[in-house]
């Protein structure tokens, strides 16, 4: 197991804004062999979100229709061309593991806000 990261304030963690949203539609992104563009509904608006899941799973678009757990609050970033309007929260990549989405265990509203 990796160790902890080193400690932040209540302060820092208020910072990040993690919001459900559901995936309406996946998108290969040309050019890519890892991204794709998830369509995303946050309730008051849609955003692009590219996510490097394409090698993580046999079907990326088994996706289509969940809710997960999104940062909406990161400044976008371009990557391969296209505008990221936020980050995918996933579990264990960063173990080395397969990777799996971070969803609430019922349906909630878009939008709606973790923490």
Do not use: W
């Not at 209540?10 to 539609?25: C, E, P, W, Y």
């Not at 809710?67 to 936020?86: C, W």
């Amino acid at each position: 197991m990796a160790p902890v990261k080193s400690q932040i304030t209540i302060a820092d963690l208020n910072k990040i804004d993690i919001r459900v949203g559901q995936i309406m539609s996946v998108e290969d992104v040309s050019g890519s062999d890892k991204l794709v563009r998830l369509i995303v509904d946050f309730g008051d608006c849609r955003r692009n979100i590219l996510a490097g899941i394409k090698q993580e799973r046999a079907d990326p678009n088994a996706v289509e229709g969940t809710q997960a757990l999104f940062v909406v609050n990161l400044e976008p970033k371009k990557m391969m061309g296209e505008l990221s309007e936020g980050m995918l929260f996933d579990i264990g990549y960063a173990d080395g593991l397969q990777p799996v989405l971070a969803v609430p265990e019922s349906m909630v509203p878009n939008g709606t806000r973790a923490g």
